[in-house]
């Protein structure tokens, strides 16, 4: 079974700084890997996606994520984060025709 | 080209009632998925969906919940004699394929039950 666990509930960073959340993921076979942003009381809105092409997957608005089969992670990542990222960032692993969804992380942004 | 959509938005629903959850998929797309966030957690699969048939329901409680999509018209989430318990987000996803397709997702519809 797909499963992926995000290691951080929560994420404070200071305006301008680099942004890490960190997500491992498990699966019996190649998987499609997705990265969602949640703005509050607000749906889903895809930021990259991964597909066994290139291992760094480049999203909207300035993120990236990394993936590496040996350490099964999909890291995402910004060089410098601005204050409207502050939101929940979601790692999701493609399963049978259904999203595994991890258990999010509150990205804080302080000024 | 218009996204997923729902309605409605928000839903207030005394114990005992019924709640009507709709969505319209994305044009072209003919699957549909329904997802429930419970507060502070993350979403959990409910029900996969084609035109007029049920993929997948492993998701879906065993009671009081069905879903539909019908031939014509949007996608149907039924919860009967809701409970507090059902007060969550629900999302719904549609994709114009099969696996590993990108999901996209619509505003959500927010219960709330009394």
């Given at each position: ?30 998987p499609s890997l997705f990265w969602y942003v949640q703005h509050p009381n607000k749906g ?68 | ?114």
């Open positions: 079974a797909q499963s992926v666990t995000q290691l951080d509930s929560h994420v404070s960073v200071s305006e301008g700084t680099p942004v890490l959340l960190r997500c491992n993921y498990s699966s019996s076979y190649s889903l809105q895809l930021l990259l996606k991964y597909t066994s092409a290139a291992t760094l997957v480049k999203g909207i608005n300035g993120f990236e994520a990394e993936f590496k089969k040996s350490e099964t992670s999909f890291h995402l990542t910004k060089p410098s984060a601005h204050m409207s990222d502050a939101a929940e960032y979601f790692c999701v692993v493609s399963g049978f025709q259904k999203l595994v969804f991890g258990t999010g992380t509150r990205l804080l942004v302080s000024p | 080209n218009a996204g997923v959509m729902q309605n409605p938005r928000h839903l207030v629903r005394r114990r005992g009632q019924e709640a009507r959850l709709r969505c319209s998929p994305m044009k072209g797309h003919s699957h549909v998925y329904w997802y429930r966030q419970l507060p502070e957690e993350g979403l959990k699969f409910m029900v996969y969906l084609q035109k007029e048939n049920i993929i997948d329901e492993s998701g879906m409680p065993k009671e009081r919940f069905s879903a539909e999509f019908p031939k014509e018209g949007p996608s149907i989430l039924r919860i009967q004699q809701v409970v507090r318990g059902d007060s969550a987000a629900y999302f719904c996803a549609s994709s114009p394929g099969t696996a590993q397709e990108t999901q996209y997702f619509g505003p959500g519809t927010r219960l709330l039950v009394l």
